[in-house]
């Protein structure tokens, strides 16, 4: 086990449900097919099928475990005998930096993408896709990739003297592709 103090600054990649990934490999994104990104780098690659989607000013992973306890006379008096988890999410709260067009379409309820004109109110705020989290150390060497398939609305979208900065909240919604790599070493 590494014991460390640790800083992490993180990336954040968005390939989004529905988007037809052409050549190699190709399909078209969803809970079941998730495109091919290249190994993560400093800074990370700019990938059409992975569009960093702004500056990350903080990043928080909210696991939510519900559990029961199994209670047993020992020998008379009920004592828990055992805990059994019996579901479990897991979610993220990520405040941006920055903004671009997918940020306005799930904040404004647009339906679909925005690249121009638009009627906001009447879509769901909800984008769904794949997320591809890079978090690195102060030394630049990165320590944490998650691939999560999501579902992310915009909880706040603040637009006053100061620069925007929107916060997105993500459900992580269960695939087999989902995977992670972790290096604290």
Same mark, same amino acid.
């Given at each position: 086990?590494?014991? /460390?103090?640790?800083?992490?600054?993180?990336?954040?990649?968005?390939?989004?449900?529905?988007?037809? %990934?052409?050549?190699?490999?190709?399909?078209?994104?969803?809970?079941?097919?998730?495109?091919?990104?290249?190994?993560?780098?400093? &800074? &990370?690659?700019?990938?059409?099928?992975? &569009?960093? #989607?702004?500056?990350?000013?903080?990043?928080? #992973?909210? &696991?939510? #475990?519900?559990?029961?306890?199994?209670?047993?006379?020992?020998?008379? /008096?009920?004592?828990?005998?055992?805990? *059994?988890?019996?579901?479990?999410?897991?979610? *993220?709260? %990520?405040?941006?930096?920055?903004?671009?067009?997918?940020?306005?379409?799930?904040? *404004?309820?647009?339906?679909?993408?925005?690249?121009?004109?638009?009627?906001?109110?009447?879509?769901?705020?909800?984008?769904?896709?794949?997320?591809?989290?890079?978090?690195?150390?102060?030394? =630049?060497?990165?320590? =944490?990739?998650?691939? *999560?398939?999501?579902?992310?609305?915009?909880?706040?979208?603040?637009?006053?003297?100061?620069?925007?900065?929107?916060?997105?909240?993500?459900?992580? %919604?269960?695939?087999?592709?989902?995977?992670?790599?972790?290096?604290?070493?």
């Amino acid at each position: 086990m590494n014991i /460390r103090s640790l800083l992490l600054g993180s990336h954040v990649l968005f390939a989004r449900e529905g988007l037809t %990934i052409s050549g190699t490999g190709g399909g078209t994104v969803s809970q079941v097919y998730k495109p091919v990104v290249a190994a993560p780098s400093d &800074p &990370p690659v700019a990938d059409p099928n992975w &569009p960093e #989607i702004g500056i990350v000013a903080d990043c928080n #992973i909210m &696991p939510k #475990i519900t559990e029961e306890d199994v209670m047993g006379p020992m020998p008379g /008096r009920l004592q828990r005998l055992d805990v *059994l988890a019996t579901s479990s999410t897991l979610d *993220l709260s %990520i405040t941006f930096k920055q903004v671009n067009e997918l940020f306005f379409e799930a904040a *404004l309820l647009a339906a679909g993408a925005i690249t121009g004109d638009y009627q906001p109110g009447v879509g769901t705020g909800q984008i769904r896709g794949w997320i591809k989290c890079q978090q690195y150390d102060a030394n =630049n060497v990165i320590r =944490n990739v998650m691939d *999560l398939y999501v579902s992310g609305v915009i909880k706040t979208f603040k637009a006053d003297d100061k620069s925007v900065k929107p916060v997105a909240d993500f459900k992580v %919604i269960y695939s087999a592709l989902a995977s992670g790599t972790l290096s604290l070493g």
